[in-house]
């Protein structure tokens, strides 16, 4: 299949530009699987004309990951998408990543752009088929097994690992744990191979569901929840409630609700990390199965199809 590939390479932090991981998760998982792919970069593409580029390379699909927000995404083609959906030549699909706090000013607007479009969230699918979309499937986060290094549980150097931003809905807790001598790492400013390798070197990796962009601080699925499994680390996570339509609560994943029930669980895994290591491989196997990018993308692909 011919697939443009209609996303950003890098994303903006403050002031600097990151690499974003929409090139190891999706573009080099579609090239394995054997497809053609241009990858049309939305901060700064190659070739600025997007409609050169789909008279040239005549794709039988246009793959997007929309972000609506000119500010850090400046060349999103949303009309030229507009009109391929309109005429039927070319199937056109977008993957929807926060619609806890986008769904009402983005998500319910935007997917009347594309033929097919999916969520992350399993609770928002009826929301979309509430306002007329039927041509909604579930998608939910993935990441490519080829940038996790596999370490053995004995020979993991982190006991307990967080990455990202410390914000001000974070810093109690990280302020709690510290408090009680949790030896816990904080992962910032590295690149995304250094990431993953930080994640394969943790016995747990550690992750917040809310986001400082919802204005109801709503907890959410993130990136977060399949990257550490797939790093071969127990993910202890915030609880969200369709984390379970993924991972099984207790065997493949732990979960908690509040800061003590965080600290109390974190305590007794530190003093039983047979337990850790248990959780450890189940939920690595369900990663493997069900979660890898490879495995992910066929799916959706096929889903694709059949609309």
Known sequence: MRILLTLNKTLKRGNKQIEDTGYQNVFLPLQALGHDVYFYDTVNPEQKSYSKIIES???????????????????????????????GRTKTFNWFCDDTWRFDNFSSKACRYFNVCSTCEQNYMYKFKEIGYDNIIL????????FHPFIEFENKKIDISFAGRIDFMRMPYIDMLKSYNVPLTHVTNVSYEELMMAYSNS?????????????????????????IPASNSLLMTEHHDSIENFFEIDKEIITWKSGIELLEKIQFLLKNPQIVEKVCYNGHQRFLKEHESHVRLRKILKEIDRR
């Open 139 to 146: 998608g939910a986060w993935h990441s490519n097994k080829d």
């Open 57 to 87: 390379f005549k794709p039988d699909l246009i793959f997007c990951c929309m972000t609506g927000d000119s500010s850090l995404t400046p060349f999103e083609p949303w009309e030229e998408i507009k009109r391929e959906t309109d005429t």
């Open 203 to 227: 016995k747990i990796g550690l992750n917040f569901s809310k986001s400082p962009n919802d204005p109801e601080f709503k907890t959410q699925l993130k990136a977060r929840n399949f990257e």
